[in-house]
T-cell receptor, first 116, second 115 residues
Framework: AQKITQTQPGMFVQEKEAVTLDCTYDTSDPSYGLFWYKQPSSGEMIFLIYQGSYDQQNATEGRYSLNFQKARKSANLVISASQLGDSAMYFCAMREPSGGYQKVTFGTGTKLQVIP | SAVISQKPSRDICQRGTSLTIQCQVDSQVTMMFWYRQQPGQSLTLIATANQGSEATYESGFVIDKFPISRPNLTFSTLTVSNMSPEDSSIYLC????????????FGDGTRLSIL
């Protein structure tokens, strides 16, 4: 079974609009962390936001917020006021204990294109 | 966060040859990770490298094909051995500085093409 599922291969959003990128996860461990990364066409992985499994409030970082619904095992990324520079691949990732290590698993990604 | 430098940034290699990718971090880190990103795909963990011990490889990856060295707390190398076109990928070094709530940081990657 997939640990991290991103069901949207591609998304379009109008500049200045908000967009939600979906992510669901699967784990039986009570202690885990969820991350979102941005990968522009240049290839580098840019960390955006983190949500811990025990965090009571949804994480926010500037224009990024994470809609964490623990019971539904979803961790959607919300980008407000989209900018042209937001066009990139976005990966959801989960860290969980695995054989003594904290292993991070990535989803398949969503390609976001911001339209002027 | 850590500054991670990877070398080379890209290379084109002949099949059957080997290439060693270097990863240098500007601070001491306990765990370093090597990922592979095949064209249009997500990131897949190859192995976890701890200083002073053998690397731990994920299912589908073996030491003979991807030998890893970790001589100190700031440096690691990944060798891609006996390369074939299927090894054409981006290889990324990653570290985590701090506790479990801290993100992993990535180098800019090595874009490898095999002819």
């Amino acid at each position: 079974a997939q640990k991290i599922t991103q069901t949207q291969p591609g998304m379009f959003v109008q500049e200045k609009e908000a967009v939600t990128l979906d992510c669901t996860y699967d784990t039986s461990d009570p202690s885990y962390g969820l991350f979102w990364y941005k990968q522009p066409s240049s290839g580098e992985m840019i960390f955006l936001i983190y949500q811990g499994s025990y965090d009571q409030q949804n994480a926010t970082e500037g224009r990024y917020s994470l809609n964490f619904q623990k019971a539904r095992k979803s961790a959607n990324l919300v980008i407000s006021a989209s900018q042209l520079g937001d066009s990139a691949m976005y990966f959801c990732a989960m860290r969980e204990p695995s054989g003594g290590y904290q292993k991070v698993t990535f989803g398949t990604g969503t390609k976001l294109q911001v339209i002027p | 966060s850590a500054v991670i430098s990877q070398k080379p940034s890209r290379d084109i290699c002949q099949r059957g040859t080997s290439l060693t990718i270097q990863c240098q971090v500007d601070s001491q880190v306990t765990m370093m990770f090597w990922y592979r990103q095949q064209p249009g795909q997500s990131l897949t963990l190859i192995a976890t490298a701890n200083q002073g011990s053998e690397a731990t490889y994920e299912s589908g990856f073996v030491i003979d094909k991807f030998p890893i060295s970790r001589p100190n707390l700031t440096f690691s190398t990944l060798t891609v051995s006996n390369m074939s076109p299927e090894d054409s990928s981006i290889y990324l070094c990653s570290v985590r500085t701090g506790g479990a709530t801290q993100p992993q940081h990535f180098g800019d990657g090595t874009r490898l093409s095999i002819l």
